[in-house]
């Protein structure tokens, strides 16, 4: 459980109903009892609620505790092999994507994800084994899917399967393998840019869809293997689902409206799915769950109630204002804690070096046994009964005989010329035909008297209907002339259009209201790269100034252990700040990307608006 923090605009005492004991691991909120059930009294009095979960985090937790806590070990597990899941539930602005996501421009505010990321290609650099990381990144708006990590976000058709672990796959969601950090890192930030967010009365910034970013990771893990004195090489594969869900929404307190609106009303029944699978999980008389209602619980079922080690976080905004919203979400997570998954190590197999070329030496069998029955196939016995290749070539006798074959065959139609005997003649019939059909036919023969027609020779092989193409007729140019010798040389008069000067139209739309509020976005995130370059300068200038001094000490005096310690400590810190810098730097780029992707798609929308005539 994470309470958001309080704000500077914040009220005191808007939070005395509710008591968070990190310690107990236990929230009591008080809240007005429901005049229905006050016996017609007016006053109904409070009632008070107890709910004890696994950690409750304090309000001023950082994000670095919040990844120690919830997400380390779920990392851990999956690179040897667990599957691992995190939700993010709660109502809009009660920080959920601000613990997935966080503001990645500043790596002490950054969330779980990229905390994720970091931690777990750390532990694939100083693991023996070889792994190889594939990242999908989902995007459900109004039940539908959107592939963010496709150059155009597309549509992804909803087929769902599950492999022979039972874990959920999409068919048609794209996988990038990702090798580094700054790979993965620049995936992330590139499905951030695509995400839907609008703005409502409880939240600046809220996102409209549920997103779900996946790692799949494959290992090889080796080890030798005492029992039959060989290298065992053990193959696991895993996946770890981070998702973000959106929040749900009164709509009296967000005030929305139209597609708003809209979007709210898909994300409270999305919602509402969810939790009546997470109601028939936790009853044990439940024969069907329903997960095909929604593509949420469809995706996420091998995370509810399957091979999956599931943590979810669920945040809430503790201001009296909010408290029935509040008490939805804890009950909601309480009767989550009530679900029982069966996690497990998904391993594909276990194999020595022995079992390894006993495989492949029976590989080779199969594939030697397939040439061959290729080469028996590809010989047949001819009318003649003699045994021929396919590929022999013809004899200049049967060509003739076959060509005219050809030739009567495209006179009269008749195909009994070329009736089939062989594959080796039905190849070189095709052949023959594939020639007629490509030659040019001959140049005109025009006889030269004045006084005679163009007498034309036409090819034999065309059908006789057909006209050969002579010469292409002559145009006289257009002039300003009459409509009568308009229409006499067969052209039409053509249509006036009004060319825009778009540049000219460019200046004058940055000075719109439109245009003013792109170019600034454009103008902020160029001096926030201005200043990370600023920063990169200074920071290799620091590393590089370190790595001198340590050299030095190294190779002049290197009794001096604790002077060459701290250094190293400090080139180790350097280093890794000059990475956050890169990091920033590598979404700030991405950001100024989109950023002129949506100045040119607003221009183009402010001209068919101000010049649809044109």
Known sequence: ??????????????????????????????VQRDARHANGKKDAGEETWN????????????????????MSDIVTGALTGVNGTLLAYGQT?????????????????RGLCFRTVKHMFNEIDSSDSNFIVRMSYLEIYKEQLFDLLCGDVKKVVPSVFYDEHGTTVLKDLSRRIVRSEEEAMSCIFEGETNRVIASHEMNYSS??????LTFYIEARHKKYDESVGLLTEQLTSSKINIVDLAGSERVLKTNSTGVILEEAKSINKSLSFL????????????????????HLTQYLRDSLGGNCRTLMIACIWPQSTHLEQTLATLKFA??????????????????????IVQEYKREI?????????????????????????????????????????????????????????????????????????????????????????VQMKTHPNLPVESKPLTTRPQVKPFTNSSDSETADIGIAEPHVKLVVDREEKFVEFKLSDMGRQCTDNVTAVKGDLLGLYTKSKAMKATVNEIKVQLDDLISNDSTRVQEIKHLKREYKNAIEKLKEIKSETMYSNQMLTSCRNKISETFETWIQQNYSFC
């Open 1 to 30: 459980m994470r309470p958001r923090p309080m704000t500077q605009q914040e009220p005191e005492g808007t939070r005395k109903h509710l008591h968070l004991d990190s310690r107990a691991g236990s929230i009591q909120v008080q």
């Open 51 to 70: 709910f004890k979960f696994d950690q409750v985090l304090d309000t001023n937790c950082s994000q670095q505790n919040v990844f120690e806590t919830c």
């Open 93 to 109: 602005g009660a920080g959920k994507t601000h613990t997935i996501t966080g503001k990645p421009r500043e790596a002490a505010e």
């Open 207 to 212: 996102t409209r869809s549920h997103c779900i």
């Open 275 to 294: 939790e009546q699978v997470v109601v028939a999980l936790a009853d044990k008389k439940r024969d069907h769950i329903p997960y095909r209602q929604s």
């Open 334 to 355: 309480t009767r989550m804690m009530r679900i029982k998954n069966s996690p497990a190590r998904n391993d594909k197999s276990s194999v020595c070096d022995a079992l």
């Open 365 to 453: 069998g199969i594939l030697r046994a397939e040439i061959a029955h290729r080469d028996s196939i590809s010989k047949f016995i001819e009318p003649t009964g003699d045994f021929v290749d396919i590929h022999t070539p013809y004899s200049q006798q049967q060509l003739l005989t076959l060509n005219r074959n050809v030739d009567e065959f495209l006179k009269t139609g008749d195909s009994s010329f070329v009736k089939p005997q062989s594959i080796r003649h039905v190849i070189a019939i095709q052949n023959l035909l594939r020639g007629r059909v490509n030659q040019p036919p001959p140049p005109v023969q025009m006889n030269t008297h004045p006084s005679s027609p």
